[in-house]
């Protein structure tokens, strides 16, 4: 346990209107212009998420800065480079993904398009991967100042799972200042330090057997396939939904439809089959990744899908979801190929298709009645 104390002050003005203002609430201006912190925390046992919450101008910021250094806060994100390029040159692709996915940034458009492009919740965890980045190689905390200020408190909670579980999956360190105490349960810290009440709490032995209080609840419904227009920015294949029978879902949180699934027949159905109806566009909005809204809106609305006596497929070249998709007894793999662009007959143009060349993962879903 060691003792963290100091004093925060600024001059007073005496400027006419400052003096009329001082004057009306029939104050000490003096005495209001500092503000003395104590606490004692214990910073040095080992940890993964530490969280100092307080008002604006309790001390948060000094504080961090006291412990970890004046430098301990920087700005890492050029803002006219892409995401992915601006990771350390001794990591790898995969390295870079894992650490983009790992704080809930999924959205692969978002990795390669100008920084200042990305929305607030997606610039947040941008720097939060880079900064976890760049502090590994030191052995250093990652230390994030205003967490989820500038963004809306569901999207605050979603990022604040998304933090924690990465942390704590990859054995880091991270050490977040936020005048919000509404993530506090979202980020299930191993350490508070409140600069409210200059109290600091230990949570090592709470944190691993822990359970949120709260929920975040979401439904699925059927939407018309014009919302497709807004997620398709989000989707790593295609701008366009397949051609013939489409039907459309949606996933949403309250009124706010924060989700997208579809299932097209790609091939008409012979007299006497089933017609087969394939899972594509799953798309999440960017904000509301890593909650593992994703698969289970395929699932979801698979079952659907199968109650309604279509046979539901599904095709993916994305490895991440056909390796998530093998944990799951309802869907059987049923082919592995690699997909060209050459069919029977010569070359054929597949604008929104697969790549030459992408291996890609065939599964056939097998409903809640049959398993």
């Known amino acids: 346990m060691r003792k963290y104390e100091f004093t925060l002050s600024s001059p007073v003005a005496t400027t006419f209107r400052s003096t009329k203002a001082a004057n009306s609430l029939d104050i000490d201006v003096k005495k209001k212009s500092t503000h003395h912190v104590c606490v004692s925390a214990d910073i040095e046992a ?56 790992g704080v809930g940034l999924t959205s692969v458009p978002c990795w390669i398009r100008p920084a200042y492009t990305l929305s607030n919740g997606q610039r947040a965890r941008a720097e939060c991967a880079l900064q976890m980045a760049r502090s590994a190689a030191a052995d250093e905390p990652v230390l994030i100042d205003e ?11 979603v990022m604040s799972h998304c933090i924690q579980k990465h942390a704590r999956k990859t054995s880091k360190r991270i050490v977040l200042c936020s005048c ?13 330090i409140d600069c409210n009440r200059q109290e600091y709490t230990d949570r090592r032995s709470l944190c691993r057997d822990f359970r949120r209080a709260e929920q975040l609840t979401f439904d699925i419904r059927e939407v018309d396939r014009a ?25 949403f949180h309250g009124d706010d439809q924060i989700g997208f699934q579809c299932f097209a027949n790609y091939v008409p159905r012979r007299t006497g089959e089933v017609m087969k109806m394939h899972s594509n566009r799953t798309v999440i909005h960017p904000d509301y990744a890593g909650l593992g809204m994703g698969l289970m809106l395929i699932n979801e609305t698979s079952e659907i899908m199968a109650a309604r006596g279509f046979d539901v497929r599904a095709k993916y070249s994305s490895t991440p979801i056909y390796l998530a998709m093998k944990k799951y007894p309802q869907w059987v793999l049923t082919d592995v190929s690699r997909r060209t662009n050459t069919i029977v007959g010569g070359k054929v143009d597949r604008k929104g298709g697969y790549r030459h060349d992408i291996k890609t993962y065939s599964f056939r879903f097998i409903p809640q009645a049959k398993r």
């Open 46 to 101: 080992p940890y993964n998420v530490g969280l100092i919450v307080g008002a604006s101008g309790s001390g948060k910021t000094t504080l961090a800065q006291h412990i970890y250094g004046d430098a301990c806060f920087t700005t890492l994100l050029e803002p006219t480079l892409p995401v992915i390029e601006q990771f350390p040159e001794q990591y790898g692709y995969d390295e870079c993904a894992s650490m983009l996915a």
């Open 147 to 157: 967490w989820t200020s500038v963004v809306d408190r569901t999207v605050a909670k």
């Open 180 to 192: 919000h105490y509404d993530v506090l349960e979202w980020l299930n810290p191993d350490w508070i």
């Open 227 to 251: 919302t497709w227009t807004y997620f398709s920015k989000y989707h790593y294949l295609s701008e366009q939904l397949p051609g013939g029978i489409i039907n459309t879902f949606g996933l």
